[in-house]
Structures are given as structure tokens and as C-alpha cells.
């Protein structure tokens, strides 16, 4: 497995990492916890070094990625999340001081460690200034209870002023050929800052594989069925879209999973995708995407294409998009 380093943190990490969220939350019905656990452990064998969970993901989902990862705990990055009411995101945003404190020792536990290596904030709380957020990070580094600090889907504001307390070592947020905003302000600011990118949801919800078209139906409890970008109307109009990187994909001797995720690491040499399954074939499948090598032709030829193929709908519906970029 290739590996990266976020920004000018030093933390490196593999090229890919795994986006544990689907296994307990977001996708439907959770993935049994021996299941879960040896999935985590099968990427952690395949090379994968950098695991994604969150308080709002459920204590189970904590849990079963300390569980899994506690034979390994010194080989690999352990990201996860603060920021929302008693760790439901139904109940709105709590990024106090005190909220955050109790968050790490809370996850420490389910984690089974000593440190948190990645801390983010989840979602960016307008009643805390982000100043105040940063400063209660900061202390639980000096503590040796944190390593590294990032935000999630913070514009560029609060990237700046978040920085100027405590460093930031990545930002996560949505990024793909599905979802191309972070290019026009959000990418250029951490390249001038040193701050790494984290894009989740790199293959489109699913969308990029190449495996959802109009007929397809998701279970009940799944994201999907609550976003613009997956009503009938929008998945028939992009459609095409997925057609067309299926053809590149055919050429490379490559999936459309593949290419996407290779589209991606070739942005940026401080880009590290966070793809999640439930299934062993398709982790193996998107870590084949470190492999995929796109030419500059290639490349120009996706740009093209993302050009002459816009995206329909919207990401998030407008309850989930207030929470975005503030």
C-alpha cells in the first residue's frame, strides 16, 4: 500500500483509507459486529492504515473499530469526531468546551487507546467560536489525549481562524467527480495553509461504482432516499455520466470505482480518499484504485468529460446543507 502525508503534519497515512461510517449508520441496517470487525481487520491486513469513525455514528460503531484494531493499535490512524448533542446528529450541534472534552474521554474508552490521532470537528457549531473550539483541541494535545486536530465540512473562514489557534491537519469534507466544490476555494486554501484533504463519499454514495441506475432501490434507513441527487429524476439525467467513465474504466482495464478514486489521489499529492464498504470484495476493489494511473491525456479527457456532463441535484437536502461550509 502507497502512503501519504496530510498537509505538513507529518502524519502519513495510507494512500486510502477506510470510511467506517456504513457499517453501523447511514446505509441502512448495521453490519453484524463480527462481520464489521473483520472487515476492518481485513483492510488493516491488506495495508490499510487510516480508519474514519464518529461519536455520531453510533457508540457501536467505536466500539467495534476499537475492537477491531486493538491487535494493530500502534500501526494505524484512528480519526473520529465530536460536535454534535449527546452524539445524535438529530439533536443539533454542541461544540463546547466542555462537550468536546467529553467526547474524547468517552472515545478513548470505546477505542481502546490512549491518544485519538485525528480529532474533528463533525460539523462546524455557530454558537461556539471556532477559536474556542480549536483552544479545547489544542488543550487535549498538550495532554497527549489528541495528536492532530481537523474540521469537517468547514469553509474557508473557519479553516483560517480554526489554524491560527491549533494547526490543522486535514479537512474533511465530500469530494468526488460527483461533487467538485471543494476546487474552487476550499482546495486552494489548504494548499497555501499546508492542510491535508480527506474527501468522503469518493465514490458518489455508491454512485461512481457503476452498480446503481433507475431501478435500483435502497433499504429503509438509507441516506440515499432523503437526497436530491438520488430522486428518479437526477439518478436517470447522471446516468450518462457513469456510462461514460465506465468506458474509460474498460480502457484502463479498471473499474469505474477505480478510476474514480485514481481521478482523485491524482488531484493532489496530500488527498487521502476515505471510501466505505460492507463488502471484502470491494475494499479490495478500491484499494486496487492506488494502482490506477491516469495519464495527463486521461486526465484532461475526465475534465472534459465532468465538463460536458454536469452533475444533477443537489447533494444534501436543506436541512443537511445548512450544516456545510459555514
Request: with cysteine; glycine share 10%; charged share 25%.
Amino acid at each position: 500500500m502507497k502512503k501519504r502525508i496530510l498537509g505538513n503534519s507529518g502524519l502519513e497515512v495510507s494512500a486510502i483509507g477506510l470510511g467506517c461510517m456504513g457499517l453501523t449508520f447511514g446505509y441502512g441496517p448495521a453490519t453484524g459486529t463480527q462481520d464489521a470487525i473483520k472487515l476492518i481487520r481485513a483492510a488493516a491486513d491488506r495495508g490499510v492504515t487510516f480508519f474514519d469513525t464518529a461519536e455520531a455514528y453510533g457508540e457501536a460503531n467505536e466500539t467495534l473499530v476499537g475492537n477491531a484494531l486493538a491487535p494493530v493499535r500502534d500501526q494505524v490512524v484512528i480519526a473520529t469526531k465530536f460536535g454534535f448533542k449527546d452524539g445524535d446528529h438529530r439533536t443539533g450541534l454542541d461544540s463546547s468546551p466542555e462537550r468536546i472534552r467529553l467526547v474524547a474521554e468517552q472515545s478513548l474508552k470505546r477505542l481502546q487507546t490512549d491518544r485519538i490521532d485525528l480529532f474533528y470537528q463533525h460539523r462546524v457549531d455557530p454558537d461556539v467560536p471556532i477559536e474556542d473550539v480549536a483552544g479545547a483541541v489544542k488543550d487535549l494535545i498538550q495532554e497527549g489525549k489528541v495528536k492532530h486536530f481537523g474540521l469537517s465540512e468547514a469553509g474557508v473562514e473557519m479553516i483560517r481562524r480554526a489554524h491560527a489557534v491549533q494547526p490543522l491537519t486535514a479537512l474533511q469534507s465530500e469530494y468526488s467527480m460527483f461533487t467538485r466544490e471543494p476546487e474552487i476555494e476550499i482546495l486552494p486554501t489548504l494548499e497555501e495553509l499546508g492542510i491535508g484533504f480527506v474527501p468522503f463519499s469518493p465514490l458518489g454514495r455508491g454512485w461512481l461504482t457503476g452498480k446503481i441506475d433507475d431501478s435500483t432501490t435502497f433499504k429503509e434507513g438509507d441516506i440515499r432516499n432523503t437526497l436530491p441527487r438520488f430522486t428518479d429524476e437526477a439518478r436517470h439525467a447522471n446516468h450518462h455520466l457513469v456510462e461514460l467513465i465506465g468506458e474509460i474504466a474498460k480502457r484502463k482495464h479498471a473499474t469505474p470505482a477505480q478510476i474514480a478514486l485514481a481521478w482523485l489521489l491524482a488531484q493532489k499529492p496530500w488527498i487521502v480518499p476515505i471510501p466505505g464498504t460492507t463488502r471484502l470484495h470491494r475494499l479490495e476493489e478500491n484499494l486496487g484504485g492506488v494502482n490506477g494511473e491516469l495519464t495527463s491525456d486521461d486526465l484532461r479527457e475526465i475534465s472534459d468529460l465532468l465538463a460536458k456532463v454536469p452533475v444533477q441535484g443537489a447533494r444534501y437536502n436543506e436541512q443537511m446543507q445548512k450544516m456545510v461550509n459555514r
